[in-house]
């Protein structure tokens, strides 16, 4: 028997930001037919209230590092503000949403990232996805809309990545879904010259992947969300799309990433 | 046929501020058998985000306005921070469960308080609780655990007095359930000297309660409490305890509340 499509959709905090593209974007959401899943990250606005707190942000190397204040913050911000207001707009256009963390029905379980050179501190790398507590929403026509806070079996919230926890999602759906993966971020998608963002290119097979790597022409931002959609594509998600906001409208040109 | 027991918790800001108390509270929580539901406050955190922001509470009368500056603090601090929390420490005690507001699943639908005198802002009055989604849940063995904040028809997040969320969940769900509901705050019980908390009232029937009334006995703040306890026992819930944080062990003194 074929699978039911399932499409999980990760939209990048600068685009929830946008209040007219984000309204677009939700417009479209809601128009998909069939199950579907949202994963938000958050923008500047866990870092502008975290200044606002008197919070000082810890980076090394560029890479923020999650102290007890950020992960407070995140979850304030990411966790509430943002996931019930993108709940609540979702219910006033019909659409019946659910907002979780990790910590909810341990949907997404995670492990501490492990201390080396570095303590990242509340930072979390995905170790199991709940498909079956996920389904069961899904079967009553519920919206899973995801922040990207994932939760130890010891109970602690950890910060993770906001591609690799809708990526473990649609992994982990796949077992049940014909599953396809959609990054929404402010590109039209993986762009041949990092200046033109018309210079999209439309289709990444693993042969012009490796072509593409060789020839260094992927920007630094864009390798690791490159590698986690080969990967996923490995474990059985069918299809990956990257671009910006009208990405679902599918009229605008966008990036296609398959296997072959 | 019996119905199943299904417990419906409430308890307050000042309890989870409380770090000694509130685990004490939580273990007794997780040890509570059967399907439960927790219903939490806020407490100060808001206030004291709020005025870290910049934020100016306002108030009538020493109630407080919502205005559009503290909707947004208590969707962080309640439905993200405290919630998320709580769902992740009960996660560390092998009690699984999943923290919701009233737009989640569009479990408490509300509607925005009328305009009289005073405009009280971004505040709701719980029109329908959605038992039906709540109730599937529990079948999974899932402890939904509820923030204050309803949700309109339109998709607008309101604040929401937590002790009569609390009522209307165990109201909406005595169709399903035997249900039984306690408030658990700072006093013993509902006192016959506010000043003395060892002056708890064991038992209030209905003929009781009218008596204190008739003698003033009851507190100004008790008032509201007791008055949705007696419209919560005509809607079906079987059962009211109110006590401190020790009330689920049910040891110490606590005040019940029956029809007679």
Known sequence: MKK??????KIGGKLIENESKFAEFLNDFVDLEGPKILVHGGGNLATEI??????????????????????????????????KNIVAKLQGL???????????GMSIISKKRP?????????GDVQKVNSKFIDSLLKQN????????????????????????????????????????????EKKGVLANAED??????????KKYQELLKEKVISDGMLPKLHNCFEALESGVKNICL??????????????ISNE
């Open 50 to 83: 975290a200044g606002k707190l008197g919070y000082k942000t810890q980076m090394f190397e560029g890479r923020r590092i999650t102290d007890v204040d950020s992960i407070k913050v995140i979850t304030m911000v990411y966790g509430g503000f943002i996931n």
């Open 115 to 123: 201390v080396k050179e570095v303590d990242f501190g509340f930072v």
């Open 243 to 256: 671009g910006d906001f009208r990405l679902l409208k599918k009229e605008s040109v966008y990036t296609k």
């Open 197 to 206: 963002n018309d210079s999209v290119i439309e289709n990444i097979t693993r």
């Open 4 to 9: 039911e499509v399932l499409k999980v959709i």
């Open 142 to 185: 519920i919206t899973p809309v995801f922040s990207a806070i994932s939760c130890t079996e010891e109970g602690l919230l950890l910060n993770t990545n906001g591609d690799s926890v809708a990526a473990e999602i649609a992994k982990a759906m796949s077992s049940i879904y014909e599953t396809e993966l959609y990054f929404c971020f």
């Open 94 to 104: 019909q659409t019946n949403a659910i907002g979780l963390s990790g910590a909810d």
